[in-house]
């Protein structure tokens, strides 16, 4: 589980309590408003992640799913967020896979706490290299361009967005931006897992 002290906007875990921000979110604009997270990415969370996406183990959608109610479902009604909207998969990763991970966990905190998800509202659209095989300064303009708003009449108020993994917040804020320029309003971010803050 993730403890104190955390960066106020991105939420990962920092050595000093006097510091509010972690040296990513010094250095880097993001277009959502905070972002929070439940577990450090190591150990067996990141085992069990992995399984999740790799190897066909879709119950663990659920196990995370409800690690975010737990942990943050009262944040979440607070917020008075009007819909969930999970980072898409480009469409030949998603028909290799078989699903996108990250909205069978969107599903299943949508149905727990009675938040309608709209998997259609953010596309993307450029097929994109897999962040974990680059760095900082590329997996921000991996995902520069990737995201695009489905063309629709609604404009939500506050979109909360659910990611599987946060590292350097590129694909989170490169997906707010895009929904930002459609006219939506303020847009929060959970991750299941984040890395750590230096």
């Known amino acids: 589980m993730i403890k104190p002290p955390t960066c106020i906007k991105c939420g990962k875990m920092m050595d000093d309590d006097r510091d509010y921000y972690c040296a990513d979110c010094r250095s880097y604009e993001h277009a959502f408003v905070e972002n929070k997270a439940v577990f450090a990415y190591k150990g067996e969370i990141r085992n069990a992640m992995y399984d999740l996406k790799y190897s066909n183990r879709r119950e663990n959608a659920d196990f995370f799913g409800e690690a ?3 942990r943050f479902g009262g944040y979440i009604k607070g917020l008075g967020i009007d819909v ?5 998969l480009h469409k030949k990763r998603l028909k290799k896979r078989g699903y996108n991970q990250t909205a069978l966990i969107a599903r299943y905190i949508g149905e727990k706490l009675s938040i309608p998800v709209d998997e259609e509202l953010l596309l993307r659209e450029q097929s994109t290299t897999a962040q974990k095989f680059l760095d900082n300064h590329e997996r921000k303009n991996n995902v520069k361009s990737a995201f695009k708003v489905y063309e629709n009449d609604v404009k939500y108020d506050r979109i909360l967005l659910i990611d ?3 590292t350097t917040g590129a694909t989170l804020h490169y997906a707010a931006k895009e929904l930002l320029r459609h006219g939506m309003g303020a847009i ?3 991750t299941v897992c984040i890395g750590r803050g230096y």
């Open 68 to 70: 975010i109610v737990q």
């Open 188 to 190: 929060y971010t959970i």
């Open 84 to 88: 969930i909207v999970p980072i898409p």
């Open 164 to 166: 599987d993994i946060y």
